[in-house]
């Protein structure tokens, strides 16, 4: 991956987390951070990985994601003011879920 590429995953995760705080209005009693960003090499695609807690709450906040995913874009564009801006795809970031399932795994070992 080109160090232009990694760049810019970092520079969208941070920036894309401050404007979450202050754009979006989570469900209450839970939280939502960007843990990863992954672009594309060619930069028209960037998927955007979230954490979301509680766990049974990710459907409703992944959908409010979703529907404000233009305005997200724009305010992110706005703050980067790139010439060509990736297109945001929001995905759950299920690693939590993962390792839990991994651990529950290695505690039944004998």
């Known amino acids: 991956m080109s160090s232009r590429v990694l760049q810019l995953n970092s520079l969208i995760l941070h920036n894309l987390n401050e404007i979450i705080i202050r754009e979006i209005e989570v ?3 839970s939280l939502a951070t960007v843990t990863n960003v992954d672009v594309t090499p060619d930069l028209s695609y960037a998927t955007v990985y979230l954490s979301i807690l509680p766990i049974n709450k990710q459907g409703t906040v ?10 997200l874009q724009y305010l992110l564009n706005k703050t ?30 004998p």
């Open 27 to 29: 469900p209450p009693n």
């Open 62 to 71: 992944l959908k409010k994601f979703n529907s404000q995913q233009k305005q």
């Open 80 to 109: 980067l003011r790139l010439p060509k801006f990736p297109h945001l795809r929001f995905r759950i970031d299920d690693i939590e879920l993962k390792n839990r399932v991994i651990e529950r795994e290695l505690d039944q070992l």
